[in-house]
């Protein structure tokens, strides 16, 4: 329990109004069952500083809380005294439209975000999932989350420029720059991206931003066999053609997407699922060489558009989420792109012979699936742990990204960290020497 | 220093020299004079020192062994690829020794399917590109120097190049290295796949200019050669125009692969040295490369020659094949070798500003310029907003070097006075460590030296470069350093 005089300490920094204390409030913000003893909503910077000095001081630990949609991400963790939450650090700090560099408080919501870049016809070029559900800038960054459209534009290191950094101990701090070229000193923002909390807390971002294209077309191909489809893809992947996405699905999540979006495919084959945006004619001049080249691979498919389009790339970008509202068990597994038939045949057999249920989409172009398994806990354990020994034998890593705590106990959640394991912790000493910031969850 | 000290210091380095030749064999180590002098500096020659050994290790397991040898003994290091750094990164230390990557030159494995090619670092940048050309594919990066720079250098310094706009630089394009730490221990980090769990190390070492320890193996990422390519070329009275013009195409929701502009100096030098076909008496031209699907570029093009004539462009011309293009690049590449003819001396600066201040601040560098009385000529990667003005003097007038650090300061200033930066590719190094204060706050640099400190408290790689003063790893002001906890347990040695 914190001490009264450190609560009322903690609630003067931000005021009674930004803080929560009555456990029924306090439920929300559990991470895997852990129960925070106060949630604190800063409204400036300075704020999230002095919390943290006072953290230093009296040694509590602090989660760093966007809108929590990643909250499942994670090792349990060790203790909980402060959920602290972005939320209200929300503004933009400066929008250089002709520069397409943009600053902005972490706090605030990609949907947000977006729709106001949208306004000069520009975008972060991130897409991942949970932006309906509010996903926060600086928890995108923290968690190093992407979409689909990675395969054209690349994940969260590829455009973040610059940050600011409230640490451990309270100092602000910042690194790189706000110009789109820079190599003075360390890439700071690199460290941070995919450092979950665990090295300080991000409230300032600037990004380099994109035009947003003209014109979109995704072509929906089913194949008679996985090695069809794969063949088709090493096709696209090995021309001159500038795919956005470029996801295959495996019969089980093609079949559930059909029904939601009123696809009418074929629900028993894998399936590409090509994006292309770019101008109107480029887009219309390369669907076509995909649809000649995918169906001379046996495919058959759909061209879709517009709203129905949109609708399928939604369910993508927030598979599975969407698709499952409850009890998930999601991985991701970093392969080879050559090497996916070989993840997803293993898939197969693991479902056929450990009764669950697999729902696959794979980022083809990269060589990452995200996975959602169904069934009952011991088997699922037993299929991922099989799993990640089959992905590490082929050079590849298994990372678990959401399940309840009853697997958790039964697979490690990040796996193999490497041999840059020893650096990773003395870099996380040496700025958490006391481990206050996500205690257990990541590196420690 | 009596006698007997001395030869007690000659003894100990004969010694080390002798731990060397085991390691690595006799021909591996440097130690006489004549030739220890072709490492005294790299490409930014005013400053040189000469290192006490150079080694020349063959593999990973060699490097660690020189590394733990140099653990051992507090002899500071500093690797090497080709030398051709413009920030003297690879100056080597007083009393220190060079490690020499360059017989680490091997291209370990060429995936296409995968897209990937591992090197060592040693490797020449455009021997990625010939090993994947015939299959359609290139490594992006490509700074004007890479039939020489090595891709360890590239990484050390987070390289560009002219098609860095659309594509990114050296980090965006490694996807794992291995390396031998300060301590000798060889890690990996990243790799061919995408995704490894943990911190981002590879996004760290990329652009830490060789202070974090010595890579010894890259994972590199090939892309597809596209499927069309225009290069247009477009000539103006004032340089001013040409910045305009280059933000003007942006605005328009244009990212072209690269955009490079050069001043009347640059023009007429280069003109004299390859015959490019630069129009002699122009203010400035600019080069604008398209590329991508054929129906892309060709709707572009119009929108590009639009704002090329909205900016006073006077001649605007589309190369019509590979070969005037390769010729309009050429010109380009071959910059400051070029410059050489007009001046006997320059001083090469790198600053970044944002690209909507190109006009403005090519205005105030000209002003400065005439303060001073230096001449400065320009050459630079304009989308990226990334400068690089060559204050032009003559080393031999009493004086002359002295100005041309003041005029080079001040150009900085204006760069970061302009929210940039004061250096976009050729890294802070022991040139610019001075300037690195006008970016960032002592927290900002203790944050960067919690980073070094994690990887080399003994400060012994690559040691004076990047932080404006020398810091080490305990000092007075910094967090205190407590017990790490596999220390404690008895599992690590004292960091
Ligand atoms: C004519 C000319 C044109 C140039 N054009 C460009 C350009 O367009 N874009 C651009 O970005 N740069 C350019 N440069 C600068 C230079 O070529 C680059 O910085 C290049 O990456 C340096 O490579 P190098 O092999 O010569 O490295 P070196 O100069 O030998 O070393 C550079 C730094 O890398 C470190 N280093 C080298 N190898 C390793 C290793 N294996 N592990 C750890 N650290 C290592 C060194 O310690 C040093 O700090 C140019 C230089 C010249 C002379």
Redesign the interface.
Known sequence: MLKKNIINNLLRIVGEKNALTEEAELKSFSVDDVLPEIVLFPNEVEQVSEIMKLASKESLSVLPWGSGTKSALGNKPDRADIVLSTKNLDRIVEH??????TTTQCGITLKKFQSILNKE?QFLALDPPHVGRKATVGGIIAA?DSGPERLRY?TA??FLIGLK?V?A?G?????G????????????P??Y???LGT?GIIVEATFRL???PEYSETYLVSFPTLEDAHGAV?TL??????ITSLEILNPELISSLAKRNDLDIKDDQYTLAIGIK??E??V???VSTVKTLCDQNGGKGKVISGVQEEKFWDDIRDFPWKLFKTTRVVC?A?????QIPQVLETLKRLSDENGIKTYISARAG???LIISIKGEPSSMIESLNSLRAFVSSI???L?IQEAPCEIKAGVSV??????????????K???D??NLLNPGRF?T | MTTQHKSKSLSRKEKFRDRLIEIIGADGVISSDDELIAYECDALTGYRIKPIFVVLPNSAEEVSAVIKECYKENIPYVPRGAGTGLSGGALPTEEGIVISLSRMNKILDV??????VVVEPGVVNLWVTDAVSSS?YYYAPDPSSQIVCTIGGNVA??S?GVH?LKY??T??HVLGVEMV?PDG?????G??????????????V???EGLLGVVTKVALKII????AVKTLFASFDHIEDAGAAV?GI??R???PAGMEIMDSFCIRAVEEAVGAGYPVDAGAILLVELD?????V???LPIVEEVLKENNAIQIKVAKDAKERELLWKGRKNAFPAMGRISSDYYVQDG?????KLAEVLGEIGELSKKYGLRVANVF?AG???LHPLVLYDSSKEGDLDKTLELSGEILQVCVDK??????????GHD?KRF?SL???E??????N??????DVKGLCNPGK?FPTPRTCVEPGM?P??E???QKAGL?EM?
């Open positions: 250089g439209a002709s520069d397409l560099v016809n190093n690349g290191r590829e950094v640490s101990d100092t602000i701090f910042k690194g720059s706000k110009v789109v070229k820079n190599v003075a000193g360390y890439d700071l690199k460290l991206v995919g450092s090295l994109y035009p947003v090493m992947l090995n021309s001159d053609i500038v770019n101008v004619k480029a219309k001049d390369q991701k970093s392969v080879l792109l050559t990269n060589g990452i050079g590849g890593h990372i990040w796996g193999d960290f490497g041999s840059g394991l020893g650096i990773m912790k003395k870099i000493f040496n700025f020497p006391d590196i | 995936d296409i399917p995968n897209q990937r359609g310094e987070n560009g860095c990114g630089v980090t965006n730490l221990e060889i890690i990996e980090v790799g061919k796949t995408l995704d490894h769990p943990g911190y981002d190390l590879t996004g760290l990329v652009g830490s597809n050669k596209p499927e933000s942006t605005v929701g244009v990212i991508g699907p054929t129906a892309e060709e709707a572009l970044v500003i944002p690209r909507s990667h990226d907003g990334n929210g940039g930066s004061i250096t976009g590719e050729h890294g802070v610019k690195l970016m960032f706050d927290e900002d640099l203790d944050a960067m919690l980073v070094r400190c994690a990887f990047l967090k350093f407590k790490h906890p596999l690590g960091y």
